[in-house]
């Protein structure tokens, strides 16, 4: 019974009620009764087809654009409105398309008048990373009384939109260690191919005599050791997990908050002044640029292959000194993981997996992110679990 009591049908129902008493009864407030109703209904069903009458959505930009997800985006569409009377309530809907996912943002404008330009763009956030493009953008209007709804569609723009990731603040719990690096900046004690002297110690039962300083050991009556600065480099190499379906896509995801931790991993590894490598694709070069590796990180998506080639290629690139991050999702599989990890435990390096966890984290994903916790550590390996 409900289904066919809308507000339209109720309406003209009450119109040809007061219009039949009128015609039967000659009355004239029956007469201005029924006039009043019949013009409030044809507003009804007129006017927000009025409202979009000379309407028209332009793009002052288009090309790709940068923005942080969670933000508000100025993208330039402006809704202009050339009739002379103004639009009420005017929704605008933008449908945007991003790895075979599609988001349909809405908002809702009080008043649009003519002559004036309000930017949409402005109004526009994005609760996830990714690399979006804008497919459709629509209008509609039920002002006043909600009897039908008008509609209008401009035709495809071409704008596309890259949505960075915001970075998790990170403090890396882990000493930088360096590496040997013969272009490095930094300087180690240990002995090397150098004419740098760096100290001299007590010769010890079994070291190689080529590194007995001579005139030194003369002097204290003892074989002396001497030990030369090497050129080193702090390094990390990070191996991230992206995300797949279901949580691609996801901003509330374990998935997704990997990509945020991994960011945030980035960030504070150059706010030290790190030499960084990060493994997205196995087959594909390390990135090592912020603005690169941001990039990347908000257009990645997952090719199906595992962490298993990615960590088995940073083993064999990998040197002692080195440290060496790898950041996944609380529910990760743990024995792909450990499987994986084993290559890096001879490589003689530091290796920190970082487990992030989603931002509504159900009993369930908590244990099994603590089940993955557990059996990581007991692989040998430190961990860090961080929540957003």
Partial sequence: MERWLSKSRVLLGLCGVLLIAALNRQDPMVYGMFLFLAVVSLLGFVLPWLSLRSMTVRLESAGDTEFMEGTGCNLNILVERKAPWPAFMVAIETEWEWASHRIVLSQTVPVIRAGRTPDLGRLV?????????????????GFPLGLVRAHHTMSRPQIHLRVLPHAQPVRWPLPWDVAEDPLGELT????????????????Q???????VSWR??????????????????????????????PSL??????????????????????????????????????L???????????????????????IARVAGETAAGEQVAVVVSGSCPVDELVV?????????????????????????????????????????????????
């Fill in 288 to 310: 090592r640029e912020r603005a690169a590796i941001h990039r990347a990180l908000a257009e990645a998506v997952s090719s199906g292959s595992g962490l298993f080639p990615a």
């Fill in 205 to 211: 039962h079994g070291e190689s005599v080529g590194r």
């Fill in 340 to 388: 994986a990890l084993s290559g890096l435990a001879s490589r003689g390096c530091r290796v920190m997996v970082c487990i992030a966890l989603g931002r509504r984290a159900a009993s369930p994903d908590m244990a099994q992110a603590r089940t993955l916790q557990r059996a990581v550590e007991q692989a040998g390996f430190a961990t860090f679990m961080e929540a957003p």
């Fill in 249 to 286: 896509g996801d901003p509330d995801s374990a998935g997704e908050q990997t990509i945020r931790l991994a960011a945030g991993v980035c960030d504070a590894a150059l706010g030290n002044g790190v030499q960084l490598f990060v493994y997205l694709e196995p087959n594909a070069a390390p």
């Fill in 216 to 245: 030194a050991s003369a002097r204290a009556g003892e074989l002396v050791i001497q030990h030369f600065q090497q050129s080193g480099s702090v390094r990390l190499r990070v191996v991230v997990e992206v995300p797949r379906e």
């Fill in 188 to 203: 180690t004690r240990r002995m090397g191919q150098s004419f740098e002297l760096g100290m001299l110690r007590p010769y």
């Fill in 125 to 141: 956030q994005f609760p996830c990373r990714g690399h979006y493009e804008l497919i459709a953008v629509r209008l509609s209007s």
